[in-house]
């Protein structure tokens, strides 16, 4: 556990090149980590506590996903109210520590997850202005797909680690929010970004993986979707009174 905030690195052993660079980042921004060995989705059951990962999940996003399930489960049982979770393809902001501390202290009560890392393409709504000035958290009309830095509630853990069958790659089941009634909030302009030159420890999948042909596999059905769309209406709702 960091001495300021709490916080897991998720790494593969395989990958020294990128705990090297992360650890340079974190140590100029004074952020300790603890780091998580990831965990490898090959030859892994997939039944696991209670989840059931689809056949048609590839065997690195069982794998992240798992990582990022254990560093919840982790969190909890050392009785943490939240935490910081990076994977380790990222950089870090050289002043993000008041930040994550000012996110925590300013969000609004519920919160569940605070987006750090994403890419924005969709339009977002101001809900709190963070003391230091220049960040804002903002509510999305489009939940992003991102799990690169983010920071969850325990409540928000508890949430993530209901047992389910889990259809998806983790990252989009953040963008399907609606369906564990996730309070989803993110931080602008964002203090952790991906780095395109590490290539992706999930791996690539084949033709016949390809995302376009399993989207209809994991999508939500049209009356979940439907539901959706009424759920983050008033979830913006809320937030523009909030603001």
């Excluded at 593969?12 to 490898?40: C, G, H, P, W």
Aim: with cysteine.
């Amino acid at each position: 556990m960091s001495a300021v905030f709490p916080c897991f690195l998720i790494n593969l052993d395989t990958s020294v090149d990128r705990l090297a660079y992360v650890s340079q980042q974190a140590e100029a921004a004074k952020l300790t980590f603890e780091r998580f060995n990831a965990v490898r989705g090959k030859g892994m059951a997939r039944s696991v506590n209670g989840d059931v990962f689809a056949e048609h999940l590839t065997d690195g996003e069982v794998g992240c996903y798992m990582s990022h399930l254990s560093c919840m489960r982790l969190m909890l049982e050392r009785g943490w109210p939240y935490a910081l979770i990076l994977e380790d393809d990222i950089s870090i902001e050289a002043g993000i520590v008041p930040l994550l501390c000012e996110a925590v202290a300013s969000a609004p009560l519920g919160w569940d997850y605070i987006h750090l890392s994403s890419v924005v393409k969709n339009r977002t709504y101001p809900v709190v202005t963070l003391p230091s000035g220049g960040r804002t958290l903002v509510a999305y009309s489009r939940l992003p797909v991102n799990t690169a830095g983010y920071i969850i509630s325990a409540a928000g853990a508890e949430k993530f680690l209901r047992p389910d069958k889990r259809l998806c790659p983790i990252d989009m089941e953040i963008r399907y929010g609606w369906r564990r009634n996730f309070n989803i909030y993110g931080m602008l302009p964002a203090p952790v970004r991906q780095r395109p030159e590490f290539d992706s420890d999930i791996g690539h999948r084949s033709r016949k993986q390809s995302l376009s042909r399993l989207r209809h596999r994991w999508e939500p059905s049209v009356w979940s979707r439907l539901y959706g769309v009424i759920w983050q209406t008033v979830k913006l709702s809320a937030a523009r009174r909030i603001r």
